[in-house]
Nanobody, 128 residues
Framework: QVQLVESGGGAVQAGGSLRLSCSAAGDTYSRGCMAWFRQAPGKEREGVAVIDFDGSTDYAEFVKGRFTISKDNAKNTLYLQISSAKPEDTAMYYC??????????????????????WGQGTQVTVSS
C-alpha cells in the first residue's frame, strides 16, 4: 500500500481559496486512481474529485467549476485547489488512492469503497 499524508488545510473566508496537498510514499500507484474525499461532522464521507493515471479527472457536481484536482508524478504529490469556497465546504478532507485505474462508473469512482489507501485528513473551515 501507499502511505498518504495530507497538508494545507486551514481556515478561509467564504469566496477564498486554499490548496491542499497529499504526499505519497511507499508503493506509489503509477497506474492507479487517486481522489479527494471529505467528511463533515454527522455526515457520510463523500467523493469530491478523482484523477486517473492518465490525468483524466472527474468531479462531484457540488464542486464543479470551483475545485481543481491535479498531480505531480515527479513529486508523488496530489493537489486539490479550492476556489470560491463556501461554508458548506467545511469538512475534514482526505486523500485516497488505489492501484487500479479509476472505475468507469462515476458513482463508483467517487465512492470510498474503491480505494484501499487513505490519509489521516486535513481540516478545512470556511467562515461566512
Amino acid at each position: 500500500q501507499v502511505q498518504l499524508v495530507e497538508s494545507g488545510g486551514g481556515a478561509v473566508q467564504a469566496g477564498g481559496s486554499l490548496r491542499l496537498s497529499c504526499s505519497a510514499a511507499g508503493d506509489t500507484y503509477s497506474r492507479g486512481c487517486m481522489a479527494w474525499f471529505r467528511q463533515a461532522p454527522g455526515k457520510e464521507r463523500e467523493g469530491v474529485a478523482v484523477i486517473d493515471f492518465d490525468g483524466s479527472t472527474d468531479y462531484a457536481e457540488f464542486v464543479k467549476g470551483r475545485f481543481t484536482i491535479s498531480k505531480d508524478n515527479a513529486k508523488n504529490t496530489l493537489y486539490l485547489q479550492i476556489s470560491s469556497a463556501k461554508p458548506e465546504d467545511t469538512a475534514m478532507y482526505y486523500c485516497a488512492a488505489d492501484s487500479r485505474a479509476c472505475h468507469p462508473s462515476a458513482a463508483r469512482r467517487l465512492g470510498p469503497s474503491e480505494y484501499n489507501s487513505w490519509g489521516q485528513g486535513t481540516q478545512v473551515t470556511v467562515s461566512s
